[in-house]
Nanobody
Framework: QVQLVESGGGSVQAGGSLRLSCAGS????????VGWFRQTPGKEREAVAV????????TYGDSVKGRFTISQDNTKNTVYLQLNSLKPEDTAMYYC??????????????????WGRGTQVTVSS
C-alpha cells in the first residue's frame, strides 16, 4: 500500500513562493507517476503537474506553466512542487497522488489510485 504525506503549504503574499513536498512509502516500486492536484470548495479537482518517476518526464496544467516546477528525489522517495509567482487564484488545497500507467502520466485525477490528505496553500493579494 502506497502512503503519501504532503507538507510545505502555508500563507504567502502574491508574487511569493512555496515548495511543497510529497513523501511516499513504497513508491516508485508500485507506481510510476506522481502528480500534484488542487481543489477549492465547490470546484472540481484540477491537475497542476505530474512526473514520471522513472524518467522524469513532466506535464503541467495550463494555469501553472512557467510558474510551477515538479521534481523528484528518488533517494528520498519524495516529489516536490516549487510554486513561484503565486497568485490569489492559486489558493487551494494541494494534493499529491500516485498511480501506475502504461503510457504517459495522465492529468486526470480520477485515474490515480493513491492520495495524500493535502496541504493548504493560501495566497493573499
Amino acid at each position: 500500500q502506497v502512503q503519501l504525506v504532503e507538507s510545505g503549504g502555508g500563507s504567502v503574499q502574491a508574487g511569493g513562493s512555496l515548495r511543497l513536498s510529497c513523501a511516499g512509502s513504497r513508491f516508485p516500486y508500485s507506481t510510476n507517476c506522481v502528480g500534484w492536484f488542487r481543489q477549492t470548495p465547490g470546484k472540481e479537482r484540477e491537475a497542476v503537474a505530474v512526473i514520471r518517476t522513472g524518467g522524469g518526464f513532466t506535464t503541467y496544467g495550463d494555469s501553472v506553466k512557467g510558474r510551477f516546477t515538479i521534481s523528484q528525489d528518488n533517494t528520498k522517495n519524495t516529489v516536490y512542487l516549487q510554486l513561484n509567482s503565486l497568485k490569489p487564484e492559486d489558493t487551494a488545497m494541494y494534493y499529491c497522488a500516485a498511480g501506475l500507467f502504461l503510457d504517459t502520466c495522465t492529468l486526470a485525477p480520477a485515474l490515480y489510485d493513491y492520495w495524500g490528505r493535502g496541504t493548504q496553500v493560501t495566497v493573499s493579494s
